[in-house]
């Protein structure tokens, strides 16, 4: 019998795995901190805004837990998580807790990883894998719309008040968090010899958050002015991106709520590109990145007329049209930086491969689970009863490393 592989946990993933699990607890004390503040301060509106993203976000992350259990037929792979039985998992997500109980897991195996300095590599990196998405989803349906919430507090209020600052800065920690360990959990997918540094997660995270700030200030620009358009703005907004996600016809969730999928894709969207489908993707990041920069122009340039007229600015706020226009320059500026940035990281920085590169073996710690006709012909799923199949690892995400051919293919 074929001996387990193993994975030997680096001191970077340890270090983000523990800050990962940091940045949670601490997000969940700021968010209880601030709907309270906001209750005592009578700022019912802010609280009920802050609530529902709250509620939300944890429904979606949940449903996606629950169903990726039940994809694989309820196997659990970790102590912790083979505690509740069938009823009680359910009853776990149901009370918003499911989650909880697969952080509980990782932290299992990446503790036993890295004190023993070896653990079964397909229990690590599957775990692992289905978090870090997770975490992305948690991140653009919690973290950054609670990001742009405090950004527009602090413009209407013109002030700078402890719990919006410490809310906005935990926000911005979990994006840069959820960011870091998505991109180095797709790292694991490639080839040794096409390993990345550490430093390509460095220039992945500044230009993810250059674009994603940039895009929240703009959004938090325009609400600190026509607060009740914001929402008309997202709905409109989310509803061509998911009918742009749709017309993609991914296959995600393999036909179990590839619906919830899709409309998950949408909001992502509004805020940061995600790739969904295999193949290059430079014409459809162009459109997309030029849609969003000329739609952060028109935000700026509705807040800097609004200023100038000074009709919907609330009378208590004294901005110089000076800054104003120093302002939308900036934002949009800071957005170009960051699309500058990305054109390094996929120029020098992002692995130029073809696909039987990045569908390895098994034995180099590539994308596995594709059959080799001949040592001549392209990679397929499919196969031929007279092919020769290579060694298939007892796990794999296939979730993940159908985001991975996005990524790199």
Not at 56 to 75: A, G, H, K, P
Not at 130 to 148: H, I, K, V
Not at 248 to 262: D, I, K
Request: hydrophobic share 45%; with cysteine; proline share 3%.
């Amino acid at each position: 019998m074929e001996e387990p592989r193993l994975f030997t946990f680096s001191k970077w993933d340890f270090l983000f795995t523990c800050l990962g699990l940091v940045f949670l607890l601490c997000d969940i004390v700021l968010d209880m901190w601030a709907v309270v503040t906001f209750y005592q301060e009578k700022a019912y509106v802010y609280m009920g805004i802050l609530i529902c993203f709250l509620l939300v976000s944890s429904v979606i992350v949940q449903i996606y837990s629950f169903l990726w259990y039940r994809l694989d037929n309820y196997e659990r792979r970790t102590k912790v998580e083979k505690c509740p039985n069938l009823l009680a998992l359910m009853l776990l997500h149901v009370g918003q807790l499911g989650i909880y109980l697969r952080h509980a897991g990782y932290l299992e195996v990446s503790v036993g990883s890295f004190i023993k300095k070896g653990y079964d590599r397909d229990t690590v990196a599957y775990l692992g894998h289905d978090l870090s998405m997770l975490r992305l989803m948690e991140t653009f349906s919690e973290s950054a719309p609670q990001l742009g919430l405090m950004l527009t507090v602090m413009l209407q209020r013109c002030s700078v008040e402890p719990i919006t600052v410490a809310k906005a800065f935990g926000s911005a920690a979990a994006i840069a968090c959820s960011v870091t360990m998505y991109h180095r959990s797709l790292r694991s997918f490639l080839p040794d010899k096409k390993q990345q540094l550490i430093c390509s997660s460095v220039i992945y995270f500044l230009w993810n958050m250059l674009l994603i700030v940039s895009r929240l200030t703009a959004l938090a620009l325009f609400a600190s002015v026509q607060p009740c358009f914001i929402f008309t703005h997202f709905i409109c907004s989310w509803l061509v991106l998911f009918f742009v996600a749709w017309r993609a016809q991914t296959n995600f969730m393999e036909g179990h709520g590839e619906w919830l999928y899709r409309a998950t894709v949408g909001l992502i969207w509004y805020f940061s590109w995600f790739n969904v489908v295999e193949g290059r993707t430079r014409r459809r990041t162009t459109i997309y990145h030029g849609y969003i920069l000329v739609d952060i122009c028109l935000l700026c340039i509705f807040w800097l007329y609004s200023h100038w007229k000074h009709n919907t600015v609330p009378p208590h706020i004294k901005i110089s049209l000076l800054d104003t226009a120093i302002s939308t320059l900036a934002v949009i500026a800071t957005y170009v930086l960051g699309l500058l940035l990305k054109l390094i990281y996929y120029k020098f920085l992002h692995p130029q491969l073809n696909r039987p590169e990045l569908r390895g073996s098994s034995s180099n710690g590539a994308l596995t689970g594709a059959r080799v006709i001949n040592s001549g012909s392209d990679v397929t799923d499919s196969f031929h009863s007279a092919d020769v199949p290579l060694p298939v690892p007892p796990l794999l995400n296939k979730r993940m490393r159908k985001l991975a051919e996005n990524f790199y293919y």
